[in-house]
T-cell receptor
Framework: AQKVTQAQTEISVVEKEDVTLDCVYE???????LFWYKQPPSGELVFLIR??????QNEISGRYSWNFQKSTSSFNFTITASQVVDSAVYFC??????????????FGQGTTLQVKP | DAGVTQSPTHLIKTRGQQVTLRCSPK?????VSWYQQALGQGPQFIFQ???????QRGNFPDRFSGHQFPNYSSELNVNALLLGDSALYLC???????????????FGSGTRLTVV
């Protein structure tokens, strides 16, 4: 069975602080993809990053960075110098690779991030 | 470039009624997936449609059914509504490249369904 755990339900920081959102996953598959999505109050899930299981390189995109460690089954997300516009619910998700599984994303419970001015 | 469009945005129904939600995929996408997101929870996969057929299904009862049209748009139907069906229903589109899964999903803003 596959599972994604986001242990932090809510995080509150003051603007310009750095914040890390944790994601731990479980899967028996060797090939899989991991995702992070942002969900603002409007409801749509905004894609942030996709990483396959063979690519453990950390990635940085502006103020965002991701740390993928297969040894600990973690895919953590850090926002540097947080801004009020970063306030949203963030979801980590997992999908097993395979022609028979093209749509079933497994999501964590989400972490609500509140950035105060 | 239009993204995923869902309608209606909000809906209130009574227990036992039936509801139909609609989704138009992003231009160039041919696959539509539906998710249910209860308040405070992560989205749960309902099913996915490709080439007008249900390709994959999550753990949802038969009261949940769908359809995909030749223009790739899709409908989600829920019969005999229960209070527990109250949720945000999200549609995601993607491109299934002739057998090679493409994991680039674009989500719509969802339909907020309230069952009273």
């Amino acid at each position: 069975a596959q599972k994604v755990t986001q242990a932090q339900t809510e995080i509150s920081v003051v603007e310009k602080e750095d914040v890390t959102l944790d994601c731990v996953y479980e899967t028996r598959d060797t090939t899989y993809y991991l995702f992070w999505y942002k969900q603002p109050p409007s409801g749509e899930l905004v894609f942030l990053i996709r990483r396959n299981s063979f690519d453990e390189q950390n990635e940085i995109s502006g103020r965002y960075s991701w740390n993928f460690q297969k040894s600990t089954s973690s895919f953590n997300f850090t926002i540097t110098a947080s801004q009020v516009v970063d306030s949203a619910v963030y979801f980590c998700a997992l999908i097993r690779h395979g022609s028979s599984n093209t749509g079933k994303l497994i999501f964590g419970q989400g972490t609500t991030l509140q950035v105060k001015p | 470039d239009a993204g995923v469009t869902q309608s209606p945005t909000h809906l209130i129904k009574t227990r036992g009624q039936q509801v139909t939600l609609r989704c138009s995929p992003k231009s160039g996408h041919d696959t539509v997936s539906w998710y249910q997101q209860a308040l405070g929870q992560g989205p749960q996969f309902i099913f996915q449609y490709y080439e007008e057929e249900e390709r994959q299904r999550g753990n949802f009862p038969d009261r949940f059914s769908g359809h995909q049209f030749p223009n790739y748009s899709s409908e989600l139907n829920v019969n005999a509504l229960l209070l527990g069906d109250s949720a945000l229903y999200l549609c995601a589109s993607s491109l299934f490249r002739g057998g090679t899964p493409n994991y680039g999903y674009t989500f719509g803003s969802g339909t907020r369904l309230t069952v009273v």
